[in-house]
């Protein structure tokens, strides 16, 4: 069945109603009903959590400097048939933009920065294409993930090195954590004659624990372009489908010596809109992922971990046409990584010191070369890079202050020596509230296509650095964690026509707030936002940065009891620039959510998201003059089995 946004309106409203009328009835049950759930498939909530990113050692939330925000598995449950772009683009401080529905080409912003300079891990190990520095976020199902945390601003850079301007995002997949024994089968259908069916087994004893998930997720989808009949472009859905895996493997050798793996794999199709009458049927294939193996000594003072892991960003691009000499495009990102560190218990506090090896590969196709003013195949053959880094950091949680202070270096066989570091410090003067400061700086090393894409590389480029300064004041007592933070950036060496000639300021505000009061939860975030284009001489001086809304927000409340809860969130994003001449204006918009979960019987979970309730007519990118279409009112509903 396919529901166009005119005609599904009505339908969408009825399921809700039937959803609110189903947990309305399970609210008023018989107290028995909720004795006989099982406590770990309760939804939980706990503001205080403990985050790895941030500092690589596990730190509870209200002991980190820097602004952190953690999507745990019962969070993830209302992203069922939805991927990690999906998840992000509802949260706080992050934007969006994307050339059509679920699998097409899709970008995040985050503190004033794009997804290049944000850099993204799964389980430690760098996920990104080295062509174009951007993570394919857009094809990682959620269903494979156990959480996501998100560290805002620089002081990762410090820690993981390139790529971290603006942040980090790190995704960990199913089986980093396994609490018992249990097999679990979902199904589910939704909008666009999108369906998913999915199975995850978790074995676990003493010693061991094995986690294997497997998932398959098809969408017939819509139609891409907004304005295809001024552009003639193929006016038809765009199909997306995917195959996703995931495996965790842990085991105690002894008391003091444990190993492990894990790893994601999706491989997906995605229908693209091109031009009708030169590409009606053009897709792409895209396999995904990543895989990582670990072992680890512990003794009463000391940490140590070795690991090694490796990523994979594999593109093939088809029109299926004969005319199209560029049939078969392919690029081929591989990234291996390994790591030592040991954490060491100094009594007070911890000291954190490591050293990596990173190797980045492209296997590439010929490419077109425009730049002589008409398209010539050529040849695209890059060099390969290898990054040796050190790194040390301490850290402090204590009762009444907080400190944190990482530096690290890091050869790179391109571009050469570059050093980072951070430090920051937090008190608490008076019960429940702290007040905090710290200052970081940062880089980007330039992408392969900076470096050697035919007609426009640079091998002479520098990477793009950053200077940044945060300040915040938190409270964080009871059911309550509130936190406001400003902060101020200045970027230099802004890569942009193959120079090191750009430069930026971006300034901000950052508020949280999540409250939890009996059976209620309710939360909102707001983010001020001024990125601001500083190149001197540039006709585009003081422009605003694309994509980058000067205001956002977002609002939800909650309601959650053993049987069942539900939740309706809406988030504003402000008018935005597609363009650095800043012509092109994308008018704000606001969606409004509506997610639950209801428990049919003790094993039985039914879950149920609806997005865009209000019908919201919006776009989240336009390039060249063509505006990308969105979905209207949509919907996805699913049950889960769970065998213990």
């Not at 971290?164 to 790190?170: K, L, S």
């Not at 392919?330 to 010191?353: C, H, M, W, Y």
């Not at 270096?409 to 003067?429: I, K, L």
Request: with cysteine.
């Amino acid at each position: 069945m396919v529901l166009s946004r005119s005609s599904s309106t009505a339908y969408l409203r009825l399921c809700i109603l039937s959803a609110l009328g189903v947990l309305t009835i399970n609210a008023t049950a018989a107290p028995n009903d909720a004795n006989v759930i099982n406590d770990d498939e309760l939804p939980k909530v706990e503001l205080d959590k403990i985050v790895v990113t941030a500092t690589r050692t596990p730190t509870k939330t209200s002991n980190i400097i820097a602004q952190t925000r953690v999507i745990d598995s019962e969070e993830l449950q209302r992203y069922q048939g939805q991927t990690v772009v999906d998840v992000l683009k509802s949260q706080s401080g992050i934007n969006i933009s994307q050339s059509g529905g679920m699998g097409t080409i899709s970008n995040f912003y985050m503190r004033g920065y794009d997804s290049k300079q944000v850099l993204v891990l799964i389980d430690g190990i760098r996920y990104s294409s080295i062509s174009t520095g951007t993570p394919s976020l857009n094809l990682l199902s959620a269903d494979q993930i156990d959480r996501i945390e998100i560290l805002y601003g620089a002081s990762g850079s410090s820690i993981y090195g390139s790529d971290a301007m603006g942040g980090v995002i790190q995704i960990f997949t199913k089986g980093s954590r396994v609490d018992q024994s249990n097999v679990s089968t979902t199904i589910g259908y939704g909008s666009h004659n999108h369906y998913q069916v999915g199975v995850t087994g978790q074995l676990k004893n003493d010693t061991s624990s094995l986690s294997l998930g497997v998932s398959r997720n098809k969408t017939d989808g819509f139609n891409a372009i907004a304005n295809s009949n001024a552009f003639d472009y193929n006016a038809d859905d765009d199909g997306f489908e995917s195959t996703n895996a995931s495996l965790g493997l842990q085991h105690k050798l002894s008391d003091s010596l444990s190993t492990g793996l894990s790893a994601l794999y999706s491989d997906s199709t995605t229908d693209i809109d091109s031009a009708g009458t030169l590409f009606p049927n053009a897709y792409s294939d895209q396999k995904n992922g990543s895989a990582n193996a670990f072992i680890q000594h512990q003794t009463p003072l000391t940490i140590t971990k070795l690991s090694y892991g490796q990523s994979i960003d594999k593109l093939t691009s088809h029109d299926n046409n004969s005319i199209n000499y560029q049939e078969g495009s392919k690029f081929d990102t591989t990234q291996e990584q390994a790591r030592l560190e040991s954490q060491i218990n100094a009594q007070p506090g911890t000291v954190t010191v490591g050293a990596e090896w990173l190797s980045q590969k492209l296997d590439a196709s010929d490419v077109l070369d425009f730049s002589s003013g008409s398209a010539a195949q050529t040849a695209y053959r890059p060099d390969d890079r290898t990054v040796k880094s050190a790194f040390v950091g301490y850290q402090l949680a204590d009762t009444y202050y907080d400190l944190q202070a990482n530096y690290r270096v890091d050869d790179n066989s391109q571009y050469g020596n570059e050093s980072t570091y951070n430090v920051g410090a937090a008190v608490r003067p008076l019960d429940g509230m702290r007040i905090g400061a710290s200052y970081a700086t940062g880089f980007r090393a330039p992408t392969f296509n900076d470096l050697y894409y035919p007609g426009y590389s640079n091998p002479d480029l520098k990477p793009e650095t950053s200077k940044n300064t945060e300040v915040f004041v938190e409270y964080n007592k009871g059911n309550q964690i509130s936190r406001l933070t400003g902060y101020h950036t200045d970027v230099e060496d802004l890569i942009g026509g193959n120079t090191n000639t750009g430069e930026a300021k971006i300034k901000g505000i950052s508020l949280t707030s999540d409250w939890r009061m009996d059976s209620f939860l309710f939360g909102l975030g707001y983010d001020y936002l001024d990125a601001k284009n500083k190149t001197a001489n540039s006709p585009n001086y003081n422009n605003d940065l694309v994509y980058r809304p000067q205001n956002s927000g977002l609002i939800y409340i909650g309601y959650q009891q053993p049987t069942f809860n539900v939740r309706l969130e809406a988030k504003h994003t402000d008018d935005r620039f597609s363009d650095v001449a800043n012509q092109t204006k994308l008018d704000s918009y606001t969606l409004v959510n509506l997610s639950g979960s209801v428990y049919l019987a003790p094993n039985l979970r039914a879950n149920l998201r609806v997005d865009n309730l209000t019908d919201e007519d919006y776009t989240l990118s336009n390039q060249f003059g063509t505006e990308y279409a969105t979905d209207g009112i949509n919907y996805f509903t699913s049950l889960t089995y769970n065998w213990f």
